[in-house]
């Protein structure tokens, strides 16, 4: 296996085997894991021979100022059922267009922004290479607050730790786009309701 699915296999948590421990109730564990949609084919092959299940791809553009397109696999209920029969919809409060986004005085260039990863130019939009906003009629970054509300944490979420501005986006460029871990935790609900 080459490229970033070999980390899927580096860090799969272990989980716990063997007979449930004396006294303890037994619940069913349910898992989910996410990798990048561009991955190779023959990676996302053997993940899902490994997990024994096909992933589910969904992009975060339906419910965020963002596209990021990602696979994930889990036995969460319902979890293969979500695409057909529970689209992928917005709530109110989910910020869908970039200027949304931004703090005052800021304005989009863009409706939406390309998928934000670890890296620091991966907030530069399009074959060009343009910055995402305009500020004083000049191009800039998007600030680490708007990249926070893009995936739908809130303001100051990971200003911890006096983090800089970069390993503030790396922090982000890993983590799921909240509304998308809603959306396939819903059914959770229902199902705990009947347990």
């Given at each position: 296996?080459?490229g970033r699915g070999r980390l899927f296999f580096e860090f799969y948590p272990a989980a716990p085997r063997g007979p449930p421990q ?102 530069k939009q399009g074959k060009d290479q343009h910055f995402p906003v305009y500020m004083n009629e000049k191009e800039d970054i998007l ?53």
């Amino acid at each position: 296996m080459r490229g970033r699915g070999r980390l899927f296999f580096e860090f799969y948590p272990a989980a716990p085997r063997g007979p449930p421990q004396r006294g303890r109730r037994q619940t069913p564990s349910s898992g989910c894991s996410r990798t990048w949609f561009a991955m190779g084919v023959s990676d996302k092959r053997d993940i899902s021979r490994f997990l024994e299940c096909n992933p589910v791809m969904i992009d975060a553009k339906e419910v965020s100022a963002a596209h990021r397109a990602r696979y994930f696999w889990g036995n969460l209920p319902g979890m293969n059922r979500l695409v057909k029969e529970r689209p992928l919809t917005a709530m109110i409060n989910d910020k869908l267009d970039l200027q949304d986004c931004l703090e005052h005085g800021r304005t989009a260039k863009f409706g939406k922004v390309r998928t934000i990863t670890t890296r620091s130019n991966s907030i530069k939009q399009g074959k060009d290479q343009h910055f995402p906003v305009y500020m004083n009629e000049k191009e800039d970054i998007l600030w680490c607050t708007e990249m926070e509300r893009v995936f739908g944490f809130p303001v100051h979420y990971t200003d911890v730790s006096n983090m800089s501005r970069l390993a503030r986006q790396r922090l982000l460029g890993r983590s799921w786009s909240v509304p998308v871990i809603r959306h396939l935790f819903a059914p959770l609900k229902e199902y705990f309701a009947c347990v």
